[in-house]
């Protein structure tokens, strides 16, 4: 009885074995196919975009005139944002701008952005900036028959001297007419600066030193309201300290640089909810948002052509990385990671700005 066991079990175990070896030479005959035909026995599928989830478009900065080979590639990003998470779509700024709201107005004029995408700017956040919202007094300007005032050929440069020909001020204006800047001078020497936004609100004033008048050894930042937002402090080593002030004048954050202060801002914007940013893998602060990144917090990378050798990108490709999902810029792109990649991936090809829906 026992060996009729042992022979039925020794015969099963035969034919399971042949089984899993026919299986295995299919196996192996579909990823022979697989790497003859595509260059690689590993899956792509499209990238699943998370419809729960806010999806923010990393930028450093928005410029007004973009050139041709900027604006296709704003179309086919923000294109591809508007067809897979429709009115979840924001782009997010780091750079102080203080004419982000005319350029943005342009943006969505010229249909490179939806009306319904959402925009958010650090330091707009940090000043507490609300859109639309308009001063309602202009900045005081000196009158005094005795002074000299002389405008260069634009009309945008005022310099304004006392009767001996000394500087007091130069006011710089906008193409509307508005007040952008005044510089203030104590003898032949600049020593301040007041910066007005576009919507004519005091946004900026800079100490400079009086030795390097190209040197800002202070500025501060103030809400709409004239308090104060924000202190940036300039050692003459290149020490850094940054304070962040509410309403009540205290202090509530110090930093030491402005890698600190960018951290600190992007998380409490997008870890607070479920986001995904979508950046550049070149982008200067790639690594420490990778660093950063959690349940609630994702990352998806866009990669070019001139990318394939980066470090990021061979990590993702190899399985180093936590990554495995990318948007590529054209079909090129996607065919070169293919034929590297050692793990399966989500890869989406951004749609040609010609045919942007």
């Known amino acids: 009885m026992i060996n009729q066991k042992i022979n039925r079990l020794q015969h099963d175990y035969d034919q399971n074995a042949t089984i899993v070896k026919g299986l295995q030479q299919k196996i192996e005959s579909i990823d022979a196919k697989l790497k003859s035909d595509y260059g690689t026995t590993h899956l792509v599928s499209p990238v699943e975009f998370d419809q729960s989830a806010k999806y923010f478009l990393f930028s450093t900065d928005l410029i007004q005139s973009l050139s041709g080979d900027e604006k296709a590639s704003m179309e086919m990003i923000m294109g591809l944002l508007k067809s897979e998470v429709k009115d979840k779509a924001n782009v997010i700024t780091v750079n102080y701008n203080d004419s982000l709201p005319e350029i943005w107005n342009s943006y969505q004029s010229a249909g490179l952005v939806d009306k319904r995408t959402g925009l958010y ?19 005081e300007l000196p009158d005094n028959p005795a002074w000299q005032y002389k405008r260069n050929a634009d009309k945008q440069i005022v310099s304004i001297a006392d009767d001996g020909g000394n500087p007091i001020m130069t006011l ?15 003898g032949s020497l600049a020593t301040r ?39 940036k402090q300039y050692g003459s080593n290149h020490e850094l300290s940054i304070q962040l002030v509410n309403k009540e004048e205290a202090i509530t954050n110090v930093f030491h640089s402005e890698a600190q202060l960018l951290n600190w801002w992007l998380a409490s914007v997008l870890q607070q909810q479920n986001s995904v940013l979508v950046m550049g893998v070149n ?24 990318d394939l050798d980066n470090q990021h990108v061979q990590d993702i490709i190899n399985g180093k990385s936590k990554l495995s999902s990318l948007v590529v810029t054209d079909r090129d792109v996607q065919t070169a990671i293919e034929k590297q990649m050692t793990r399966d991936l989500e890869i989406t ?3 040609a700005a010609e045919v942007r829906a």
């Open 193 to 231: 600066r007041d910066v007005y936004d576009a919507a004519g609100f005091l946004s900026v004033t800079q100490y400079l030193d009086r030795t390097n008048n190209s040197q800002v050894t202070l500025e501060n930042f103030y809400r709409p309201d004239h308090s104060l937002a924000m202190v």
């Open 349 to 351: 090809v951004m749609p």
């Open 172 to 186: 710089k204006y906008r193409k509307n007419g508005a007040i952008w800047y005044m510089t203030y001078f104590n």
């Open 283 to 306: 982008a200067p602060l790639f690594d420490q948002c990778l660093q950063a990144t959690n349940d609630n917090f994702h990352l998806l990378p866009i990669v070019s052509a001139d």
């Open 121 to 139: 700017n650090m330091y707009y956040t940090i000043q507490a900036k609300v859109p639309g919202a308009v001063a309602k007094t202009k900045p």
